[in-house]
């Protein structure tokens, strides 16, 4: 009996090991064949049919979902099932959902990786029907990837933007005026004497956030790469062309830079245990004189408060230098095997060139929206922060300056690599040099692991 | 079985052996509901976890196969092996302290037994257990803050100068985790010990106590070796909390700074849905399984042995 028992056991155990081991793991999951390019003859649209879209957003964006109540209004057809979710669990998902439940519409992270999964709908198509691809070329560069999601930067055009964001400085009028800064520094010198100022005075010169998986000293660095050196060839780095590195010396200078802010005491002493939420808190509670994030906080600060808050882009280092910024659509895409795919294609074309569209991108989105050169532009009040940031939008796109963010380069270099990098510099761990010898060996093997 | 001899034993056999048959049938009946479970939810994933250890995947596209190449690099991938030696670390925090502290504070329950602080003791200490781990994170993580409560009292009682952000230093983070999962973990260790505390035979303390022992002596000679079982289940218990710990981690710290609180279920977890190696993340699963069988059955069998 005893024995029998043993051995029915081993059995039950046998099986379920032959059970699971039979295939190779992934081919025999469903391959979404490779979606063809081929214009379609005439531009799609939603049709009059009832109609539901599944729409798959990220929370705590009130913009995509401002968008699809006021493209119901004007094609009552069109329903919307939207399911949200926080970005990072987004980021985690996408490759599932896009394979086994496919949205019409859904919001996305680094997209290399999709494509070369074949998750995602080629949209040259519709951008040759739409006439997307007569848009300035800058706006949709970051969605376009060649064969197999490698570059990006060129090639076939995957995603869409809802609007284009970007970062820089905001900062806190009433603790400005305090130190006698009257408009925003014009070079790099200029920041650095108006923190030296402030932390003089009392004043936190920068809330930032640093905490957990999420490094926000990224920002500043980016706008320190983005003032001290070039663009284009932090862009390569990050669309992943051959031979790109971020080891370079104009970003050892940004790095050095970054340091001596921190050993100066710019930063507040808890930034490396400072969330996203509580920077924003801080900064809306008159904690300190700079914050470098994003416009997409533009409308949020206007609100919170109105008439206390400037943007500026970075200052280049010397004075009159070009300016750039990290800039980078709030991209959407098409799952491969969308039922709605043509309806999904001709919203994010409403997006771009409906007029009551675009006032609800500047003024939930607080951002540029994507489209034509001369679309129309809604009127901002000049005291508000909106207007500041979209003006900057406009600079940027003058001074060809758009970068996108340096934790996009792969999926796993800003939680595993930039993170704990910078957490590291905060804390006197890491020396510039290193920190950029350490990323470009985890981006290099990243690029190799895939 | 011997052999029986003779044609009286080979009548009687056949009977036998169908009795026994059917019973064991029914016997089969009874199990295989839950053996089916356990076969489709836990082994066929052990396998599934085996199996995809040995390739390269991304999760979706095609896989290569690559052999024990996975299990390399948990070994000499700092970045892995590091997860695994804070995993270690974590035990101090996770088993060592609520196991000595639950202990003290067993006692003293016990010999206050009939007061009403007793019970109220019993319920504070209770009380994480009941509370989710990602709310104890939320709450630790405010309470831990550069101004949180912690910080204000070290101010109050004159200890400004070592006030900082306990997780996000390098030095404290993996000491304010640790502290996180013993308060979850001191109710439970409290709670096991007191109730094995209520099976001693009173007459023992009363005996020890004639004899001239004073509490200590009681504690060392009686209590504490009446309690080896549920020593070892508390120890088990933290131990395994410890070793695969992820709530409390991914909420508070997220295996930050740099990776200094960094575990094994979150590098995992960080492997199979960010990095989307999920061979690697597979093969650091199986390792930490081993990690932690290898750890739980010496304490069972230490305790085991001490019966005898």
Known sequence: MARRGRSGAALVIAMGTLAAACAAPGSNSPQPAATSAAAPSTAPTCGTAPITMNGYFETGFPLPKALTTEFTKQHPNVTWNVREDQFAVITQNAPRVLADNPPDLMRLPQVSELVKDNLLKNLDGYAKVFGWDKWPASQLEQLRLGPGGRPRGEGSLYALGLNSSMTGIFYNKKLAAKIGMSAPPATLAELDAAMDKAKKAGITPIVQFNGGATGGLAFPLQDLMASYGPAAPINDWIFQKPGATIDTPSNLQAVQHLERWIKAGYFQKDVNAVDYATMMSRFIDGQGLFMFNGDWESGNLDKQLPGDVGFSLMPPAQEGGKRAAMSAPLTFGIAANAKNADCAAFFLNWVATDKRAREIGVEVGGSRPMGPADAYMPEVAADKVTAATLAAGADISKDNGAMDFIANATGAIYAKSWTPQLQKLVAGQQKPQELLKAVQADYTSQLEGN | ?308
């Not at chain 2, 009939?114 to 109220?120: I, K, M, P």
């Not at chain 2, 695969?244 to 575990?263: C, E, H, K, L, R």
């Open chain 2, 1 to 308: 079985m011997t052999r029986p001899a003779g044609a009286r034993a080979s009548h009687r056999r056949p009977v036998a052996a169908r009795l026994r048959g059917a019973r064991g049938l029914v016997g089969w009946l009874f199990v295989a509901p839950a053996l089916a479970f356990y076969a489709v939810f836990v082994l066929r994933p052990i396998a599934l976890t085996f199996q995809y250890s040995l390739y390269e995947w991304d999760g979706i596209g095609p896989s290569t196969w690559v052999g024990l190449a996975n299990f390399g690099k948990v070994f000499t991938d700092p970045d892995l092996y590091d997860s695994l030696i804070n995993a270690v670390k974590l035990i101090v925090f996770f088993s060592a302290i609520p196991v000595l502290l639950g202990l003290a504070i067993a006692a003293t329950i016990r010999r206050i037994a009939e007061s009403r602080l007793a019970l109220v003791a019993r319920t504070v200490l209770f009380l994480p257990q009941v509370i989710p781990l990602v709310a104890a994170g939320i709450a630790w993580s405010w309470l831990l803050a550069s101004t949180g409560v912690i910080n204000q009292l070290l101010s109050l009682v004159g200890l400004g100068g070592i006030t900082r952000a306990w997780l996000g230093d390098f030095s404290t983070a993996l000491p304010a985790v640790g502290m996180i999962g013993a308060w979850v973990l001191l109710g439970l260790c409290t709670l096991l010990l007191l109730a094995g505390m209520s099976k001693i035979d009173p007459a023992l303390y009363e005996a020890a106590r004639l004899d001239g022992a004073g509490p200590w002596r009681e504690f060392v000679s009686i209590t504490v070796p009446s309690l080896r079982q549920e020593i070892a289940v508390c120890v088990t218990v933290t131990v395994i909390a410890a070793l695969a710990s992820f709530d409390i981690i991914y909420i508070s710290t997220q295996g930050g700074p740099g990776n200094t609180t960094m575990v094994p279920g979150l590098q995992i977890y960080y492997l199979a849905f960010s990095e989307r190696e999920v061979g690697m993340a597979s093969a650091l699963a199986l390792v930490l399984m081993v990690l932690v069988i290898a750890c739980a059955l010496p304490i069972q069998w230490f305790t085991k042995e001490g019966e005898r």
